[in-house]
């Protein structure tokens, strides 16, 4: 137990930890109350995507401007910035559903109004991992981040479909909106070595641009975050889909939806909280391939299955192994990268990872709207199997035991 919560021997992680818990289940709740309204109002899977598409696209368009701030600007009054930004806009959103004027216009409005800030919030956060943590304990810090987010799944969803069911959207808006004082007074809080601010050197382009050559440059971190692009691109596409699943294959409802949503989050918290008491980080790229196949197994095993528990089972065992291939993959790039070019990298894997899933979105509504979900997200974990294949046939027959540890 003390190996998988180290981390949380830094003051400044505590506060981090218990205030992004918070935060983060109101963020779900509101993810899933809008998703919800997004299919209440127009009961259109393409509009679902276009949805998803809109809060995702601006990390890809923005991420080298959010790695560039996170490089040359202070993080910890970033990071505070882009809470104070994400809480007036669920505050907008609060304030339109409780007073019956919210259209689906403005639920794509804000969430592409969210997904700008998050194309700063996320660089700027993970490269500030460090800066509470130190390099040491970072990788359990990474894992127990990850597990903070996944947790807030499992409960966020299920508060969100009981809410839906009594109170209506708009509450889970509200209590959004208020969970984020929490994560603020947390970094208020907190304590920091100042850290004298990097020369500003070319453009954020630029900037982005030397931060995928080193990504690229580097065989284990190319390959991992190659493959962890299709898991995102693809794979994590069956949470668009999950209002339909929910009402109308498996007839469960919003409660049903939050049930769902919260069987997967359970098993992430499971999968993060494994990946945790990891001590010793070799082999990180065969655990890789093997979570990546079971998840990929798992979204074909699901987009069949018509029995609600057995499609919850399913989605716990999704959940745990997307989250340990995530936190495997983010343990890679940010042991292998040097701390000047953290921030830049950090972008490119917000670009590769989080960047690609509105293309995805996009494209799994289009398919969806001529086949149905379940025969698309058949198609798509049969692809991500297939990458993984690859990736087994490409990296790992050809790795030598001489070669690096995070490699093998």
């Known amino acids: 137990m003390s190996a998988r919560f180290r981390a949380l021997q830094h003051r400044n992680f505590q506060l ?11 963020t779900w709740m509101q993810s899933t109350a809008q998703l919800w309204l ?3 109002l127009t009961g259109s899977a393409a509009l679902l ?9 601006p990390i890809l368009l923005l991420a080298a401007v959010g790695g560039y701030v996170a490089d040359h600007f202070n993080r910890h009054r970033g990071v505070i910035w882009t809470q104070t930004a994400s809480m007036l806009l669920a505050l907008l959103l609060a304030v339109l559903t409780l007073s019956h004027h919210v259209q689906v216009w403005h639920l794509i409005v804000i969430a ?20 509470m943590v130190g390099k040491p304990d970072l990788p359990n810090a990474i894992a127990l981040n990850s597990s903070i987010f ?46 004298a601010p990097k020369p500003e050197g070319g453009s954020p382009l630029r900037n982005f641009i030397e931060g995928f050559r ?26 668009v889909f999950m209002p339909i699943f929910a009402n109308d294959i498996l007839h469960g409802g919003p409660r049903g939806l939050g049930f769902l949503m919260s069987s997967a989050g359970v098993g992430a918290v499971i999968g993060a909280l494994h990946f945790a008491a990891r001590t010793a980080y070799k082999g990180l790229a065969r655990f890789i391939a093997v979570t990546s196949s079971i998840c990929a197994a798992g979204l074909i095993a699901f987009s069949q299955s018509q029995i609600f528990l057995l499609s919850a089972g399913v989605l716990f065992v999704v959940g745990f192994a997307a989250t340990a291939q995530m936190a495997a993959t983010n343990t890679i790039v940010q042991s292998r ?8 990298v950090m972008a490119v894997y917000a670009a590769m990872f989080m960047g690609v899933q509105p293309i995805g979105a996009l494209f799994a509504g289009i398919i969806a709207r001529h086949i149905g979900a379940p025969l698309t997200l ?5 692809v991500c199997l297939a990458g993984t294949l690859l990736f087994v046939f490409r990296v790992l027959l050809r790795i030598t035991p001489q070669q690096s540890p995070a490699a093998s």
């Open 49 to 57: 995507g276009l949805f998803a598409f809109a809060n995702q696209i």
């Open 38 to 40: 997004v299919y209440k």
């Open 150 to 195: 996944n947790g807030a799944r499992v409960v966020g969803p299920a508060l969100a479909g009981l809410a839906i069911a009594w109170v209506g959207e708009g509450w889970c808006f509200l209590f959004n909106a208020m969970s984020f004082l929490a994560v603020i007074a947390a970094l208020l809080a907190m304590r920091l070595a100042p850290v």
């Open 214 to 239: 080193f990504v690229m440059g580097d065989a284990p971190i190319r390959s991992a975050l190659l493959l962890l692009s299709l898991l995102s691109l693809l794979g994590l596409q069956y949470s």
């Open 16 to 26: 981090f930890f218990a205030g992004q818990l918070t935060s983060l289940i109101g």
């Open 337 to 344: 990268v040097p701390d000047e070019l953290r921030g830049r």
């Open 112 to 131: 592409f109004l969210v997904g700008i800030v998050n194309a700063f919030d996320v660089p700027i956060r993970q490269a500030f991992i460090i800066q």
């Open 378 to 382: 058949t198609l798509f974990g049969s």
